[in-house]
DNA sequence: CTGAAAGCGCTTACAG
DNA sequence: CTGAAAGCGCTTACAG
């Protein structure tokens, strides 16, 4: 299984009786090398079956033409969604991807990270796990002017190049349409609150509760409501509160949001009239439930490419400093069902 | 941007007048050090924040620790689900995971396959494309001494390693089943049998007919539909047919039995009771539509796994030869509201 | 236009 | 245990 040793530019020079030089440029396109010796050499090289080793290539150049990508998870629709976008972009610019998943522990996030700095990428691109509160692994990628670039889910504290949802508007004008509807008690399912876009989306609902008046209510909201399974936990205890929330926004997830549902339909709760459910994401299978849930698009294959758009536009600016920004992409509200009271499915 | 020099063995050497040698001997932690100078290197090294140029290291010793994967689609769930599964058992091992998609499109592929060629991975792992049918691209990695596993979709052909769903039986499971619950005039929908995997489903339905002594009828067969949308329109038809089917397979995927649904549901068809509709693929809204529809999960995760841990055990392997072999992942299949028609939901 | 030479950062036989 | 040297495969100033 070992390769036998492979054509190099040697290979194709002595066949050639060139130098390894020549080869070099030929194979580079140069113009300092004459017409018919480059078509020659070219011809040599396909017919040795040679292929570059971007290794050594890279290893002189001091490039190496590769962006690491590191998610929580490759298997889930709104990162593999955009990594797709990310790949459409880097793919067109001729740049690897290496890709890792940090299983939502921030153990492995910091192997991942170390391990993608050991590769000399140009560029890491990552949304933290949701454990972490340590970031120096981050500060490290820095540190070896590495351009770092983070998404989604960011550390506020680090300036970086950063392309987030704006979480706070997106849940402002879904909780107002909620209000909009006429729902009065709205309780909120809240994610794990050390992940910024978990502040933002009840900062969001806080924030739209005051603008219309509303009081809130600290019984309806329910910590930590992160998976389908937690989701229906909250909302068993919510639809048992003597006076039980009539819409619940499910702030982590669509998957949240599905368990509210679940419960809600075996409880005997109508969905939209007595109980508004409210998803974020807009994973694919929102629009197939009965009734179809309404929740907030984050337009995932274009925040991917905005993101490895960003990083070439930095590296083609190499003099200059980079400065760090934020690029905040505005979801949309998807209203669809589970929240029209007025117009019944 | 562009980096400043980083940190060399030389730079650790240096400060410490010692030779490179030692340095990567300790680095390395090799035993032909002396155990103090070998604590001295790592301290000087952490404090240098010294990372190893994997570059260089892999050039030297002629080994690359990189895997490539090409998909057609990263975004799917089903390869994303199959890649979640090799990155777990690649970074194990430490190796790095190049990813690919192909967008279906078989120029894109033979460019990635390329490029991976060039990066010297020391293995490609592929579910090709839908358009090709030439594989030269994929010869010229077996060429390279590259290790080459096919998944899911292959290239018969090819005498490579392979991973696969055994597809025929999955098929001949589900049409048995279908014909158990009495349905009488069961109709397929195709995928492009240049695929291998349509290939065997069409094969698995045409045997279990064979084998309840069904008649095959031509126009409950009906080609290319592939989509939600395909599949749709090709039960418009079949709907609209003097005899319609009683039963639908949708073979391409559980997004054409979504389609089916959609439009039986519209056309005043009762599933299951009028229509038995099977998916394939067990994707997570399968479970959420209604009625939901019955599938065929295919352990994504595990196949992804599989594949990975079939390079490993090669590679350790290395004197003898690679024997081609085939690993087929039995799938199953899994019994939901739209074939039950025994016991109504 | 072409060659000879150095070097990217590392590893590893070869001496001692 | 440690050093000097060669080499992985390529690119690129420097001469000519």
């Not at 890792?100 to 000399?120: D, G, P, R, T, Y």
């Not at 982590?252 to 109980?275: H, I, Q, R, W, Y």
Request: include cysteine; glycine fraction near 4%.
């Amino acid at each position: 299984m070992r390769p036998k040793k492979r054509t190099t530019i040697y290979d194709i020079a002595a066949k050639l009786n060139i130098t390894a030089s020549s080869v070099s440029r030929a194979l580079n396109n140069s113009n300092h090398v004459n017409e018919d010796t480059k078509k020659l050499i070219l011809k040599t090289a396909a017919e040795l079956n040679y292929k570059r080793n971007v290794l050594a290539s890279n290893l002189r150049k001091g490039e190496n033409k590769t962006i690491g990508v590191v998610v929580p998870r490759i298997n889930q629709n709104f990162f593999s969604n955009v990594i797709s976008g990310i790949e459409e972009t880097t793919y067109s610019k001729n740049f690897n991807l290496i890709i890792c998943q940090s299983n939502e522990s921030h153990e492995k996030e910091i192997k991942c990270v170390n391990a993608l700095i050991n590769q000399h990428v140009d560029c890491i691109i990552i949304s933290v796990a949701a454990e972490g509160t340590d970031y120096t692994h981050l500060q490290n990628v820095i540190d070896h002017n590495i351009q770092l670039i983070q998404f989604d889910r960011v550390v506020d504290e680090l300036e970086t190049l950063k392309v987030i949802n704006d979480n706070e508007l997106a849940t402002l004008e879904g909780i107002t349409h909620l209000i909009e509807q006429g729902y009065k008690r709205i309780a909120l399912l809240e994610g794990p609150q050390n992940l910024n876009i978990f502040r933002q989306r009840k900062a969001g609902y806080l924030k739209a509760l005051r603008k219309h008046k509303m009081p809130v209510i600290d019984e309806l909201i329910v910590e930590n409501a992160w998976t389908k399974e937690l989701g229906a936990e909250g909302t068993r205890k919510l639809l048992s509160l003597p006076e039980p929330p009539d819409a619940i926004f499910a702030s982590t997830s669509d998957f949240s949001a599905l368990g509210v549902l679940e419960v809600a339909t075996s409880m005997g709760f109508k969905v939209p009239d007595e109980l508004g459910i409210l998803g974020y994401a807009n994973e694919p299978f929102t629009e197939l439930t009965s009734p179809s849930i309404s929740t907030i698009d984050q337009f995932t294959n274009y925040m991917g490419k905005t993101i490895a758009n960003l990083y070439f536009q930095e590296s083609e600016n190499k003099d200059s400093v980079v400065v760090p920004r934020t690029i905040s992409v505005k979801p949309k509200l998807i209203v669809r069902a589970s929240t029209s009271r007025t117009q019944q499915v």
